[in-house]
């Protein structure tokens, strides 16, 4: 186990609803990514976490948003649902931040998310 | 545009044989790339990483080699076993903060 935490396990929304998920990183860590894995795929970047600000996105409408806590847990807000987000959301913390850095990645076991 | 290529069919071997799944990108320069395992409804875990002035890194069974002239990465699982039966992804980074994962290779070992 990897001490990343996600929650809920899984969720079911309707088109046009707004989800809330969450992440606690592993003790230590100040970065967190979210992912979007549809099935049969690989993870998809959505965005970056680092000390509370968001430093990098991936090709994400502004739909999807998140935050970053003080104690580095964060939250992946995605307003009015639709059909393809049906997915599974990973997040993944670590410990580096910048170019340099090899930051190795500890996911969480995922939120799976269906939107009817 | 950029890309990261793995083979989409599965692969099955016999059990106590050699995997070699592969992992080829285009339109990158990365420093360094990560192999990942994945199983069913679970987050990928990581497993390796390679440098790009590394020829070869291992741990255990495991083996990855990274040319980066042919911009490939080949990952070797060497008497596999039918607990190695996942999901192996590979990623780079395609970007400051940004990471960029293949689509994986399905592996399932034959006991």
């Known amino acids: 186990e990897t001490g990343v935490t996600q929650s809920p396990t899984h969720l079911i929304k309707t088109r046009g609803q707004q989800v809330t998920l969450r992440c606690s990183s592993q003790?230590?860590?100040?970065?967190v990514s979210w992912y979007q894995q549809a099935l049969g795929q690989g993870p998809q970047f959505i965005f970056q976490y680092y000390r509370e600000e968001e430093n990098g996105r991936g090709n994400f409408p502004p739909r999807f948003s998140g935050l970053q806590f003080p104690n580095y847990s964060s939250e992946l807000n995605v307003n009015a649902l639709e059909l393809d987000d049906s997915a599974l959301y990973l997040c993944?913390?670590?410990?580096?931040?910048?170019?340099?850095?090899?930051?190795?990645?500890?996911f969480g076991p995922g939120t799976r998310l269906t939107v009817l | 545009s950029q890309k990261i290529e793995q083979n989409s069919e599965a692969l099955n071997i016999q059990e106590g044989k050699t995997a070699t799944l592969t992992c080829n990108y285009t339109?990158?320069?990365?420093?360094?790339l990560q192999w990942y395992r994945q199983d069913p409804g679970r987050g990928p875990v990581f497993l390796l990483l390679i440098r790009e002035n590394e020829k070869e890194k291992r741990k255990e069974r495991l083996k990855v080699t990274f040319d980066t002239t042919l911009k490939q990465s080949l990952f070797h699982i060497t008497a596999s076993q039918p607990a190695d039966s996942a999901t192996y992804l590979c990623?780079?980074?395609?970007?400051?903060?940004?990471?960029?994962f293949g689509t994986g290779t399905r592996l399932k070992v034959l006991a």
């Open positions: 339109n990158y320069s990365p420093a360094y």
């Open positions: 990623a780079l980074r395609g970007g400051t903060y940004k990471y960029i």
């Open positions: 993944a913390s670590s410990t580096g931040q910048g170019a340099l850095g090899t930051d190795t990645q500890y």
């Open positions: 003790s230590g860590h100040n970065t």
